[in-house]
Protein backbone atom coordinates (compact mmCIF):
# COMPACT_ATOMS: atom_id res chain seq x y z
CA UNK A 1 0.00 0.00 0.00
CA UNK A 2 2.52 2.24 1.01
CA UNK A 3 4.43 1.61 -2.14
CA UNK A 4 1.58 2.25 -4.06
CA UNK A 5 1.09 5.97 -2.75
CA UNK A 6 4.45 6.72 -3.22
CA UNK A 7 4.55 5.86 -6.75
CA UNK A 8 1.11 7.60 -7.08
CA UNK A 9 3.12 10.64 -5.36
CA UNK A 10 5.99 10.46 -7.52
CA UNK A 11 3.38 10.47 -10.36
CA UNK A 12 1.58 13.63 -9.45
CA UNK A 13 4.58 15.42 -8.86
CA UNK A 14 6.18 14.28 -12.46
CA UNK A 15 2.93 15.12 -14.05
CA UNK A 16 2.52 18.69 -11.97
CA UNK A 17 6.35 19.36 -12.60
CA UNK A 18 5.69 18.66 -16.66
CA UNK A 19 2.55 20.65 -16.97
CA UNK A 20 4.59 23.52 -14.44
CA UNK A 21 7.21 24.31 -17.34
CA UNK A 22 10.69 23.31 -17.62
CA UNK A 23 11.71 26.18 -15.22
CA UNK A 24 9.46 24.28 -12.06
CA UNK A 25 10.83 21.40 -13.14
CA UNK A 26 14.39 21.89 -13.13
CA UNK A 27 13.95 24.01 -9.79
CA UNK A 28 12.77 20.84 -8.63
CA UNK A 29 15.34 18.65 -10.12
CA UNK A 30 17.69 21.12 -8.80
CA UNK A 31 16.61 21.06 -5.66
CA UNK A 32 16.83 16.97 -4.74
CA UNK A 33 19.95 17.15 -6.38
CA UNK A 34 21.42 19.26 -4.00
CA UNK A 35 19.34 17.89 -1.03
CA UNK A 36 22.52 15.40 0.10
CA UNK A 37 25.35 17.80 2.25
CA UNK A 38 28.47 18.11 0.00
CA UNK A 39 30.70 15.08 0.44
CA UNK A 40 33.35 16.08 3.12
CA UNK A 41 36.12 14.03 0.43
CA UNK A 42 34.86 16.27 -2.26
CA UNK A 43 35.61 19.52 0.00
CA UNK A 44 38.99 18.39 0.92
CA UNK A 45 40.02 17.58 -2.73
CA UNK A 46 39.25 20.54 -4.18
CA UNK A 47 41.01 21.93 -1.12
CA UNK A 48 44.09 20.20 -2.08
CA UNK A 49 43.77 20.34 -5.94
CA UNK A 50 41.67 23.77 -6.73
CA UNK A 51 43.64 27.31 -5.22
CA UNK A 52 40.57 28.90 -6.51
CA UNK A 53 38.22 27.50 -4.62
CA UNK A 54 39.66 28.23 -1.15
CA UNK A 55 40.08 31.65 -2.12
CA UNK A 56 36.31 31.79 -2.99
CA UNK A 57 34.60 33.72 -0.25
CA UNK A 58 32.36 31.06 2.18
CA UNK A 59 28.63 31.86 0.10
CA UNK A 60 30.66 31.65 -3.27
CA UNK A 61 32.30 27.97 -1.81
CA UNK A 62 28.59 27.17 -1.10
CA UNK A 63 27.08 28.04 -4.82
CA UNK A 64 29.86 26.31 -6.34
CA UNK A 65 29.09 23.02 -4.93
CA UNK A 66 25.53 23.02 -5.60
CA UNK A 67 26.70 23.93 -8.95
CA UNK A 68 28.61 20.81 -8.64
CA UNK A 69 26.48 18.34 -7.40
CA UNK A 70 23.85 19.67 -9.70
CA UNK A 71 26.19 19.00 -13.05
CA UNK A 72 27.12 15.78 -11.66
CA UNK A 73 23.86 14.73 -11.20
CA UNK A 74 22.64 15.74 -14.82
CA UNK A 75 25.41 14.87 -17.07
CA UNK A 76 27.13 11.45 -17.58
CA UNK A 77 31.35 11.09 -18.23
CA UNK A 78 32.62 9.09 -20.30
CA UNK A 79 36.29 7.95 -20.16
CA UNK A 80 38.71 7.55 -23.28
CA UNK A 81 41.73 5.64 -24.35
CA UNK A 82 42.14 4.09 -21.23
CA UNK A 83 41.02 6.97 -18.79
CA UNK A 84 39.05 6.24 -15.58
CA UNK A 85 36.51 8.28 -14.31
CA UNK A 86 36.92 8.92 -10.38
CA UNK A 87 35.46 11.33 -8.32
CA UNK A 88 38.52 13.51 -8.53
CA UNK A 89 38.22 13.89 -12.28
CA UNK A 90 34.11 14.40 -11.77
CA UNK A 91 34.74 17.07 -9.40
CA UNK A 92 37.68 18.79 -10.38
CA UNK A 93 36.05 19.55 -13.96
CA UNK A 94 32.34 20.84 -12.70
CA UNK A 95 34.50 22.59 -9.84
CA UNK A 96 35.86 24.62 -12.72
CA UNK A 97 33.14 24.44 -14.57
CA UNK A 98 30.82 26.10 -12.01
CA UNK A 99 33.29 29.31 -11.48
CA UNK A 100 31.21 30.88 -14.70
CA UNK A 101 27.60 29.79 -13.09
CA UNK A 102 28.28 31.62 -9.55
CA UNK A 103 26.43 34.55 -10.40
CA UNK A 104 23.25 32.42 -11.51
CA UNK A 105 21.84 30.38 -8.74
CA UNK A 106 19.55 28.79 -11.50
CA UNK A 107 22.58 27.15 -13.51
CA UNK A 108 23.07 26.51 -16.87
CA UNK A 109 25.28 24.62 -19.74
CA UNK A 110 21.53 23.58 -20.97
CA UNK A 111 22.79 22.02 -23.68
CA UNK A 112 25.53 19.69 -22.67
CA UNK A 113 24.82 16.15 -22.89
CA UNK A 114 28.29 14.19 -21.56
CA UNK A 115 31.87 15.15 -21.05
CA UNK A 116 34.53 12.88 -22.81
CA UNK A 117 37.64 12.61 -21.17
CA UNK A 118 41.05 11.36 -22.38
CA UNK A 119 44.26 11.03 -20.19
CA UNK A 120 46.06 13.82 -21.87
CA UNK A 121 45.58 15.72 -25.50
CA UNK A 122 44.31 13.91 -28.02
CA UNK A 123 44.33 13.46 -31.98
CA UNK A 124 41.27 15.19 -34.17
CA UNK A 125 41.33 14.04 -37.74
CA UNK A 126 38.89 16.42 -39.74
CA UNK A 127 38.70 18.09 -42.54
CA UNK A 128 38.96 21.81 -42.71
CA UNK A 129 37.66 24.39 -44.94
CA UNK A 130 40.39 26.72 -45.85
CA UNK A 131 39.63 29.72 -48.49
CA UNK A 132 36.72 27.29 -49.95
CA UNK A 133 39.44 24.31 -50.10
CA UNK A 134 38.56 21.38 -48.17
CA UNK A 135 41.97 18.97 -46.48
CA UNK A 136 42.22 16.60 -44.29
CA UNK A 137 43.79 17.96 -41.23
CA UNK A 138 45.36 16.13 -37.93
CA UNK A 139 45.12 18.33 -34.87
CA UNK A 140 46.27 18.08 -31.58
CA UNK A 141 43.85 19.33 -29.08
CA UNK A 142 43.61 19.19 -25.04
CA UNK A 143 39.81 20.22 -25.14
CA UNK A 144 36.66 20.84 -27.70
CA UNK A 145 33.35 21.78 -27.40
CA UNK A 146 30.31 20.82 -29.79
CA UNK A 147 27.18 22.32 -30.14
CA UNK A 148 25.71 19.20 -29.66
CA UNK A 149 26.46 18.95 -26.06
CA UNK A 150 29.91 17.15 -26.22
CA UNK A 151 32.41 18.55 -23.99
CA UNK A 152 35.66 16.60 -24.40
CA UNK A 153 38.60 17.21 -22.03
CA UNK A 154 42.64 16.25 -21.68
CA UNK A 155 42.50 15.32 -18.12
CA UNK A 156 46.11 16.13 -17.48
CA UNK A 157 45.10 19.77 -18.78
CA UNK A 158 42.42 20.14 -16.36
CA UNK A 159 44.55 19.21 -13.57
CA UNK A 160 47.33 21.80 -14.99
CA UNK A 161 44.29 24.29 -15.39
CA UNK A 162 43.47 23.72 -11.76
CA UNK A 163 46.62 23.77 -10.16
CA UNK A 164 47.91 27.41 -11.40
CA UNK A 165 44.67 30.07 -11.13
CA UNK A 166 46.56 32.67 -12.14
CA UNK A 167 48.08 32.02 -15.32
CA UNK A 168 45.12 33.05 -17.44
CA UNK A 169 45.01 29.37 -19.00
CA UNK A 170 42.44 27.12 -18.01
CA UNK A 171 40.71 24.73 -20.66
CA UNK A 172 37.81 23.96 -18.43
CA UNK A 173 37.02 27.22 -18.24
CA UNK A 174 37.76 27.75 -22.10
CA UNK A 175 35.66 24.64 -23.03
CA UNK A 176 32.28 25.25 -21.08
CA UNK A 177 32.71 29.38 -22.28
CA UNK A 178 31.83 27.34 -25.89
CA UNK A 179 29.31 25.80 -24.23
CA UNK A 180 27.13 28.77 -22.92
CA UNK A 181 28.15 30.48 -26.53
CA UNK A 182 26.59 27.40 -28.12
CA UNK A 183 23.23 27.31 -26.26
CA UNK A 184 21.37 30.00 -28.33
CA UNK A 185 22.85 28.02 -31.93
CA UNK A 186 26.64 28.05 -33.29
CA UNK A 187 29.37 29.24 -31.35
CA UNK A 188 29.97 32.95 -32.36
CA UNK A 189 31.19 34.97 -29.73
CA UNK A 190 28.07 36.45 -28.09
CA UNK A 191 26.39 33.90 -25.40
CA UNK A 192 22.50 34.71 -24.66
CA UNK A 193 22.22 38.28 -23.48
CA UNK A 194 19.13 38.95 -22.76
CA UNK A 195 17.88 42.40 -24.04
CA UNK A 196 18.41 43.95 -27.57
CA UNK A 197 20.74 46.47 -26.29
CA UNK A 198 22.58 44.24 -23.74
CA UNK A 199 23.67 42.39 -27.07
CA UNK A 200 24.48 46.16 -29.20
CA UNK A 201 26.82 46.81 -26.33
CA UNK A 202 28.61 43.56 -26.00
CA UNK A 203 29.22 43.10 -29.89
CA UNK A 204 30.56 46.84 -30.22
CA UNK A 205 32.88 46.25 -27.21
CA UNK A 206 33.90 42.59 -28.08
CA UNK A 207 33.95 43.70 -32.01
CA UNK A 208 36.58 46.55 -30.56
CA UNK A 209 38.52 44.47 -28.59
CA UNK A 210 38.70 41.84 -31.11
CA UNK A 211 40.27 44.27 -34.11
CA UNK A 212 42.53 46.01 -31.34
CA UNK A 213 44.27 42.06 -30.84
CA UNK A 214 44.36 41.37 -34.38
CA UNK A 215 45.91 44.71 -35.02
CA UNK A 216 48.45 44.70 -31.83
CA UNK A 217 49.59 41.08 -33.17
CA UNK A 218 49.82 42.35 -36.95
CA UNK A 219 52.62 44.62 -35.07
CA UNK A 220 54.32 41.69 -33.52
CA UNK A 221 53.37 43.30 -30.00
CA UNK A 222 53.21 41.35 -27.15
CA UNK A 223 49.46 40.86 -26.03
CA UNK A 224 47.59 40.05 -22.59
CA UNK A 225 45.29 38.23 -24.05
CA UNK A 226 46.07 35.03 -25.50
CA UNK A 227 46.58 35.57 -29.62
CA UNK A 228 44.51 32.31 -30.04
CA UNK A 229 41.38 34.45 -29.49
CA UNK A 230 42.34 36.94 -32.54
CA UNK A 231 41.03 33.25 -34.36
CA UNK A 232 37.47 34.22 -34.38
CA UNK A 233 34.85 35.91 -31.86
CA UNK A 234 33.81 32.48 -30.64
CA UNK A 235 38.16 32.00 -29.41
CA UNK A 236 37.91 35.42 -28.15
CA UNK A 237 34.90 35.07 -25.94
CA UNK A 238 36.60 31.85 -24.27
CA UNK A 239 39.98 32.96 -23.90
CA UNK A 240 38.75 36.02 -22.52
CA UNK A 241 36.64 33.75 -19.99
CA UNK A 242 40.20 32.26 -18.96
CA UNK A 243 41.30 35.93 -18.48
CA UNK A 244 38.35 37.44 -16.71
CA UNK A 245 38.45 34.29 -13.80
CA UNK A 246 41.98 33.68 -13.84
CA UNK A 247 43.89 37.10 -14.05
CA UNK A 248 40.66 40.02 -14.09
CA UNK A 249 42.92 42.74 -12.18
CA UNK A 250 44.96 42.80 -15.15
CA UNK A 251 42.05 42.33 -17.68
CA UNK A 252 40.17 45.20 -15.47
CA UNK A 253 43.43 48.00 -15.91
CA UNK A 254 44.26 47.00 -19.23
CA UNK A 255 40.67 47.40 -20.62
CA UNK A 256 37.74 48.52 -18.39
CA UNK A 257 34.73 48.09 -20.98
CA UNK A 258 35.51 44.95 -21.64
CA UNK A 259 36.19 43.79 -18.20
CA UNK A 260 32.59 45.39 -17.27
CA UNK A 261 30.60 43.43 -20.13
CA UNK A 262 32.26 40.29 -18.90
CA UNK A 263 31.20 41.07 -15.04
CA UNK A 264 27.93 42.08 -16.09
CA UNK A 265 27.78 38.76 -18.49
CA UNK A 266 29.06 35.84 -15.79
CA UNK A 267 27.67 38.76 -12.45
CA UNK A 268 30.38 38.85 -10.77
CA UNK A 269 33.98 40.00 -9.98
CA UNK A 270 36.92 37.97 -9.38
CA UNK A 271 38.65 41.05 -8.62
CA UNK A 272 37.44 39.79 -4.87
CA UNK A 273 38.69 36.47 -4.51
ZN1 LIG B 1 38.12 27.12 -28.28
Same mark, same amino acid.
Given at each position: ?141 ? +? ?53 ? +? ?75
Amino acid at each position: MAWSLLFVAVLVLSVAGWLAGPPAWAAWRRSRLTATPFPSAWRALLRRRMPLYRRLPALQQRQLQRHVQVLLGQVPFIGCQGQVITDEVRVLVAAQAALLLLGRPAGSFRGLRQVLVYPGAFVVDRPVSDGGIVQDARRVLV +GESWQQGQLILSWADVLAGAADPDDGRNVVIHEFAHQLDQENGAANGAPFLGRRA +GHDRWAATLGAAFEALREQLARGEPTLIDPYGASDPAEFFAVLSELFFERPAALAVQNPALYAELSAYYRCDPRAW
